[in-house]
């Protein structure tokens, strides 16, 4: 199943054309939003994250050891 996904996502990619545009570097360290991000941290600090990014944090660290 996984081998012909990979050949399915192969044969995609080879009519996909991408563009890189250098102008929009500039704006990489300025943020768009401050208040929705201030209001999204207040919320993660104090309801947490889901369940599901913990146990994938603890596989990629389990991983990384091997």
């Known amino acids: 199943m996984k081998n012909e996904e990979s050949?399915?996502?192969?044969?995609?990619?080879?009519?996909?054309?991408?563009?890189?545009?250098?102008?929009?570097d500039k704006d990489e360290d300025v943020i768009s939003f401050p208040d929705k991000l201030k209001k999204g941290r207040e919320t993660i600090a104090r309801i947490g994250m889901p369940k599901a990014?913990?146990?994938?944090?603890?596989?990629?660290?389990?991983e990384k050891k091997e």
């Open 7 to 24: 050949k399915l996502f192969n044969e995609l990619i080879k009519n996909i054309k991408i563009t890189y545009n250098p102008e929009l």
């Open 53 to 62: 990014y913990y146990e994938q944090m603890a596989k990629q660290n389990e």
